[in-house]
């Protein structure tokens, strides 16, 4: 059998980038470490950069096995009709509309969904819900879920919630999770599950209740695959492509 064709979404870069290595040309990326889970397991990793032209995302979801959302630059508030905070952080318009595109077809299309981090709060954004636009400003009482020496991860733990997909993946009712995110659910869609959250409240993970695999954990599985729980997680996702792809 061919191993699932599994696409994943991409950073951007805008065109007055003015890092280094942009060189203020506009550039699609991805942390490589999203390449090499994906390469752990058995299926075909493949770059959807962000295209602007989306006449043919039903076309393209139906080619596809599976969609992972990849984390990156802020969801654009302005998706979830509220202003943007001004501050230091990147934002990333294109790719948000583009994905929130990329989830209703794959839901339509019943392709099965990993979020991660951003692609967590995205499956949020795409079906209703909204988000913290930077939980230190915003969430009183919220404990770091980022480190002032990004990208060094920081950690805490997460609960797991009994009954969920997520439980039955990690079979765990708590895992330590890194953390490397200022922004965060903050009203959650009405279709969705609360499945993971930190101590002080914030959502860690969420999923839609019913068979099709729609996932999201604000932590990230791809740093620390020495983890059977990041292991497990993708191993469950790529199930369900496969299952999927075979009762097409
Ligand atoms: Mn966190």
Same mark, same amino acid.
């Given at each position: 059998?061919?191993?699932?064709?599994?696409?994943?979404?991409?950073?951007?870069?805008?065109?007055?980038?003015?890092?280094?290595? *942009?060189?203020?040309?506009?550039?699609?990326?991805?942390?490589?470490?999203?390449?090499?889970?994906? $390469?752990?397991?058995?299926?075909?990793?493949?770059?959807?950069?962000?295209?602007?032209?989306?006449?043919?995302?039903?076309?393209?979801?139906?080619?596809?096995?599976?969609?992972?959302?990849?984390?990156?630059?802020?969801?654009?508030?302005?998706?979830?009709?509220? &202003?943007?905070?001004?501050?230091?952080?990147?934002?990333?318009?294109?790719? +948000?509309?583009?994905?929130?595109?990329?989830?209703?077809?794959?839901?339509?299309?019943?392709?099965?969904?990993?979020?991660?981090?951003?692609?967590?709060?995205?499956?949020?954004? *795409?079906?209703?819900?909204?988000?913290?636009?930077?939980?230190?400003?915003?969430?009183?009482?919220?404990?770091?879920?980022?480190?002032?020496?990004?990208?060094? %991860? +920081?950690?805490?733990?997460?609960?797991?919630?009994?009954?969920?997909?997520?439980?039955?993946?990690?079979?765990? &009712?708590?895992?330590?999770?890194?953390?490397?995110?200022?922004?965060?659910?903050?009203?959650?869609?009405?279709?969705?599950?609360? +499945? *993971?959250?930190?101590?002080?409240?914030?959502?860690?993970?969420? $999923?839609?209740?019913?068979?099709?695999?729609?996932?999201?954990?604000?932590?990230?599985? $791809? +740093?620390?695959?020495?983890?059977?729980?990041?292991?497990? %997680?993708?191993?469950?996702?790529?199930?369900?492509?496969? $299952?999927?792809?075979?009762?097409?």
């Amino acid at each position: 059998m061919k191993p699932p064709l599994i696409a994943f979404t991409m950073d951007q870069s805008p065109a007055a980038d003015v890092r280094p290595f *942009a060189r203020g040309r506009e550039l699609y990326f991805i942390n490589a470490v999203y390449v090499r889970y994906l $390469e752990g397991a058995d299926c075909l990793p493949m770059a959807l950069p962000t295209l602007l032209d989306h006449s043919r995302i039903p076309s393209l979801i139906a080619g596809i096995d599976g969609l992972l959302l990849t984390g990156g630059d802020d969801v654009y508030a302005g998706a979830y009709g509220e &202003e943007v905070i001004p501050g230091q952080w990147r934002i990333d318009p294109p790719r +948000t509309f583009f994905e929130i595109e990329l989830i209703r077809e794959a839901l339509h299309q019943h392709k099965p969904l990993f979020g991660i981090c951003r692609g967590c709060q995205m499956i949020n954004v *795409a079906l209703g819900g909204s988000l913290w636009q930077d939980i230190a400003s915003q969430a009183p009482g919220a404990r770091q879920h980022r480190s002032p020496e990004s990208p060094i %991860l +920081t950690y805490h733990p997460a609960a797991i919630a009994a009954g969920s997909r997520l439980h039955a993946i990690v079979g765990r &009712e708590s895992l330590t999770v890194n953390s490397s995110h200022h922004q965060a659910i903050r009203k959650l869609a009405p279709q969705l599950q609360i +499945t *993971a959250h930190a101590e002080d409240g914030i959502i860690e993970g969420i $999923e839609l209740p019913g068979e099709d695999f729609v996932l999201g954990v604000q932590w990230h599985p $791809e +740093t620390m695959d020495e983890m059977s729980s990041s292991r497990a %997680l993708l191993e469950a996702f790529l199930a369900s492509c496969r $299952e999927r792809s075979l009762a097409r």
